[in-house]
């Protein structure tokens, strides 16, 4: 094949910014247009079926403005199923359309859709919850499967869209699963892991539901099939997608889907490559696909048409779908330019829409190292926020060491770390922490506070790691204290779901018998179990106090970096292993709060600040809205514990 040169002038030459790639439905006709620059003739290949079994016409294409080729069928072609048959150099492929807002089974064929006919009743105009900064808010990240599959979750549609939007839900003891559970406990956004099309797991297949966590795209402006009632017909999982939106956003939360733009499954076989050979991927300088993503392959963001089908494909699903925002999987590969024109793009649609990603990548890019979206540069990307891997470690230790400890559960020297963390990334005159990115966020909504996501241990697996011999009781405390780090740090509270229900991925394949990596393995390891919220009745009340607390003081949810290091105070203790800080009051807040984390095993004594009295709120086993008592002068703080004091001013 041709080696074709996507320099500055091609790309000059045939960039193409019309808003109409893809089939453009009316009731009168449907229209085509797909770029394909290079490519010598481009047929439209018409299906009845979308396993295209049932072959019908096929339709030569005519080469129009900027490398695109057009088709017209006349009359109403909802339901029709197409592809495009490219040929490139004397080569031909039948490829997928980038643009298919709707698939046949497994994604191997697109299908016309009139998506007006796909909105649940309401759904057009419908009223979301407000949106409220990513400060204010509590992220919750599931999987489909992992939310609704479990017998006690008490779920009429497991594993699937309509699942995850159904209210009523109950465990064995009667308490409340999925939707309810999620608003009782008080988050705020639901944070889906990917729901648009993906590769691996066999939708045809609906009697032997396969598990993936969907890191492999396929059709990304699609959702995935295996999460509805009935994957071979295409206006069905953008029907009941729609659905699970409005039902959740019924109930008063908000939607973010983990979009992974980085990478595809299988970078030959993905449709864009078929069509336009070797565009959409970063090539190293010998011609091999370069591996930014560990996953065999890395998009071309850079690439002008690449760039464009990024920002499509999000506005697209923020418009159609009425997404409340995205979590951008392995943002370093992507360029900022990609992420900026992104911002102002989705701006247009709604400025409230939130933006933030990994800043990191899974391996060398072919793209240079300033253009790439890192948490360093996250101060560079307004509007785009990042994980804060610094809390996520410093809390409990290394991602990539098991048995490494952090703060809570018995190492040292983590006390500057956590103060730095506290402060949502933006740094403070008093925190000197040493580390590779230094200040790397310039407003706190910019800073993901976690301690567990679906990558690496669960955070209580990850206890069991690192501390094989505490009891139980020993690591609960450490869980609490983990939880009310993030609960009362500065920035954005991200946790994993069923963090609040000490959740474990128990395995017999591993040797320790829980799981690092669960991204293949049964429902049986992934699954949230409904039936243990009674047992963990404590932990969840503690986790449900937090936020309400959170929610409750706005002094924990500042919105500036000059207010951070201005209203936060803090204090020197003669105890290692121990941070404490003072929130000052403001001209809006008439309240202080008085911060103490204690990791050591024994309880240290600790001076309030100041004169007065001060009321408790958050201790080693309470948290929420209810004063546990008053105190003043000083005051001795349990071992492995959070104690969070309110004084009116
Ligand atoms: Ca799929």
Redesign the pocket.
């Given at each position: 094949m041709k080696h074709w040169n996507y320099n500055e002038e091609f790309e000059e030459k045939y960039k193409y910014m019309g808003d109409d790639l893809g089939a453009v439905y009316t009731p009168e006709k449907t229209a085509f247009r797909v770029w394909a620059p290079t490519a010598d003739t481009v047929t439209l290949k018409l299906y009845e079926d979308g396993e295209r079994r049932k072959p019908l016409d096929h339709v030569q294409m005519k080469k129009s403005e900027r490398g695109t080729w057009v088709a017209e069928l006349s009359g109403d072609r909802n339901g029709l199923y197409y592809n495009y048959e490219v040929t490139v150099d004397s080569v031909t492929r039948e490829a997928v359309d980038p643009y298919a807002r709707a698939v046949g089974v497994?994604?191997e064929c697109g299908m016309v859709i009139d998506l007006a006919a796909t909105d649940p009743e309401g759904f057009a105009g419908e009223e979301r919850p407000q949106m409220i900064l990513l400060t204010d808010a509590v992220i919750y990240e599931s999987h489909v499967r992992d939310l609704t599959v479990d017998e006690g979750a008490g779920n009429p549609y497991p594993g699937k869209f309509l699942g995850v939007g159904v209210t009523g839900t109950k465990n064995r003891d009667g308490a409340s699963t999925g939707l309810d559970y999620m608003k009782e406990l008080g988050v705020t956004h639901l944070q889906l892991l990917p729901v648009y099309?993906?590769?691996t797991?066999n939708?045809a297949d609906t009697e032997n539901a396969m598990y993936n966590w969907g890191y492999d795209p396929?059709n990304y402006n699609v959702p995935?099939?295996?999460y509805s009632t009935d994957p071979f017909h295409g206006e069905v999982r953008v029907r009941e997608f729609k659905q699970m939106v409005q039902a959740i956003h019924k109930e008063g939360l908000l939607v973010i889907m983990d979009v992974v733009y980085n990478h595809t499954y299988d970078a030959e076989d993905f449709c864009f490559q078929k069509i336009v050979p070797d565009y959409f991927f970063r090539k190293t300088e010998d011609g091999r696909f370069s591996d930014g993503s560990a996953c065999g392959n890395e998009t071309a963001s850079d690439h002008v048409m690449v760039r464009k089908y990024i920002i499509d494909s999000v506005c697209y699903w923020a418009k159609e779908y009425h997404i409340d925002g995205f979590r951008f999987d392995l943002m370093g590969v992507l360029d900022k330019e990609t992420m900026r024109e992104l911002r102002k793009a989705v701006d247009q649609i709604n400025p409230d829409i939130a933006l933030y990603g990994e800043g990191w990548t899974g391996g060398p890019c072919a793209i240079d190292a300033g253009e790439r979206c890192m948490k360093a540069d996250t101060w560079q990307l307004d509007g785009i926020g990042a994980f804060n891997d610094d809390i996520r470690d410093s809390i409990k230790g290394s991602v990539f060491y098991a048995a490494e400890p952090g703060f809570v559960n018995g190492g040292s020297g983590f006390e500057e770390a956590i103060r730095f963390s506290v402060t949502g990334a933006v740094g403070h005159p008093a925190v000197h922490f040493d580390n590779e990115a230094g200040v790397w966020a310039e407003k706190p909504e910019q800073s993901i506070n976690y301690v567990s996501c679906h990558d690496n241990y669960t955070l209580w697996d990850k206890l069991k790691e690192s501390c094989p011999d505490a009891s139980v009781e020993v690591r609960k405390a450490m869980n609490n204290l983990a939880a009310a780090i993030v609960y009362t740090a500065q920035g954005v509270p991200f946790m994993q779901a069923g963090e609040e229900l000490l959740r474990s991925k128990p395995t017999d394949t591993t040797a320790d018998g829980i799981a690092e990596n669960s991204y293949n393995l049964p429902d049986e390891t992934n699954r949230i179990r409904w039936n243990t919220r009674s047992e963990h009745a404590d932990v969840f009340a503690y986790y449900q106090g937090l936020i309400a607390f959170r929610k409750a003081h706005a002094g924990l949810r500042m919105r500036t970096a000059e207010e951070i290091a201005e209203r936060i105070i803090f204090k020197d203790t003669d105890w290692k292993n121990v941070v404490a800080y003072e929130i000052t009051g403001s001209k809006e807040q008439k309240e202080r709060l008085f911060v103490v984390y204690n990791a050591n095993e024994q309880a240290v004594r600790v001076e309030l600040p100041g004169d007065g009295t001060w009321e408790l709120y958050i201790d080693k086993n309470h948290a929420g809205n209810v004063p546990l008592g008053s105190v003043s002068e000083n005051v001795q703080v349990e071992g492995i514990s959070a104690a969070v004091f309110v004084q009116k001013i």
């Open positions: 497994n994604g099309d993906y590769a797991v939708e396929k995935e099939g295996s």
